[in-house]
């Protein structure tokens, strides 16, 4: 049952053009979301989080939306660079039986093309 | 650099075997989670220690176990390994619950 969904595995974007990645999440119980980064054959970065009382959080090019109605969060990156080529993940952690261990999306492969 | 440290980076054994892996938190972190990510299943919570005590338990085999010790460091042991559990093991650190969790950079276990 996977309770944090990316449905986009891959995008494309040229270098200089903003990156919109989409993640999707179905338990109410979540309260905390993360987005991390990952390079093959290293462990998953942190980049930024957003916590439900708010619905933006702005981290120099990277921006991340939340809409607790939709269950929808999205990681927003202006300007793209080629370095920014990796695989993100949307994780997920709340209250109850969710505090403390993450729930992660499949990931999506993004790639910035010069 | 997370500030996590696992060892060791690769680890090749057979079917049947028993393995040991070995994560250090950040210095000050009491949380550490370990995490499991294969091909098929992505990245899979597997237990949370908090400060020496089993915090949180997730999809995690009977053949599996981990400990954290007074040091703060932990261990997950997995035993009679099977084709299936070659994958990648990370582990994470995190000073509170819910917060950040930063990961070490994995260890990748090959059963043949």
């Known amino acids: 049952d996977q309770q944090v969904k990316q449905n986009s595995p891959s995008l494309s974007v040229q270098e200089g053009r903003i990156s919109i990645l989409n993640c999707d999440y179905t338990?109410?119980?979540?309260?905390?979301f993360l987005w991390y980064k990952k390079y093959p054959a290293e462990g998953p970065t942190f980049l930024i989080s957003?916590?439900?009382?708010?619905d933006k959080n702005e981290d120099g090019r990277f921006t991340v939306f939340l809409n607790k109605s939709a269950k929808h969060l999205s990681l927003h990156i202006v300007p793209s660079q080629p370095g920014d080529s990796a695989v993100y993940f949307c994780a997920a952690s709340g209250r109850g039986s969710t505090l403390g261990r993450l729930y992660f999306g499949r990931g999506t492969q993004l790639t910035v093309w010069p | 650099d997370s500030g996590v440290t696992q060892t060791p980076k690769h680890l090749i054994t057979a079917t049947g075997q028993r393995v040991t892996l070995r994560c250090s938190p950040r210095s000050g972190d009491l949380s550490v989670y370990w995490y499991q990510q294969s091909l098929d299943q992505g990245l899979q919570f597997l237990i949370q220690y908090y400060n020496g005590e089993e915090r949180a338990k997730g999809n995690i085999l009977e053949r599996f176990s981990a400990q954290q010790f007074p040091d703060l460091h932990s261990e997950l042991n997995l035993s009679s390994l099977e084709l299936g559990d070659s994958a990648l093991y990370f582990c994470?650190?995190?000073?509170?619950?819910?917060?950040?969790?930063?990961f070490g950079p994995g260890t990748r276990l090959t059963v043949l």
């Open positions: 338990n109410s119980m979540f309260d905390y």
């Open positions: 957003i916590s439900s009382i708010k």
């Open positions: 994470a650190s995190s000073d509170l619950a819910p917060d950040t969790q930063y």
